[in-house]
Nanobody
Framework: VQLVESGGGLVQDGGSLRLSCAAS????????MGWFRQAPGAEREFVAG????????GYADSVRGRFTISRDNAQNTLYLQMDGLKFEDTAVYYC?????????????????WGQGTQVTVSS
């Protein structure tokens, strides 16, 4: 069972990136999924979450209106479209599968994690 993130990189302030999270080993179509991030010296924090069928999503206040989470269950893939990037968005971004069908804002409620992808926003 594996989650692999891609799409990170270096972007200027105000730019955009699209992160992808490809799942393998089993299907995650019945699971809530989430994106988290961790900056150096900081705790891992919730960014966005989506329930199993994409019907409900949630965002951290700091990214609401700029980031969009989506999923393609047929492709077993999770996405995070990031627009209007700011310097403070710089972090390692992780995707994760929740223990149930809904998403959670708590790290402890996720039991499968990717290895992370670095996003760096230059000011």
């Amino acid at each position: 069972v594996q989650l692999v993130e891609s799409g990170g990189g270096l972007v200027q302030d105000g730019g955009s990136l699209r992160l992808s999270c490809a799942a393998s080993g089993r299907r995650f179509s019945n699971d809530g999924m989430g994106w988290f991030r961790q900056a150096p010296g900081a705790e891992r924090e919730f960014v966005a979450g989506i329930q199993w069928n994409g019907g409900t999503t949630g965002y951290a206040d700091s990214v609401r209106g700029r980031f969009t989470i989506s999923r393609d269950n047929a492709q077993n893939t999770l996405y995070l479209q990031m627009d209007g990037l700011k310097f403070e968005d710089t972090a390692v971004y992780y995707c994760a599968a929740a223990r149930g069908a809904l998403f959670s804002r708590a790290v402890r409620d996720y039991n499968v994690w990717g290895q992370g992808t670095q996003v760096t926003v230059s000011s």
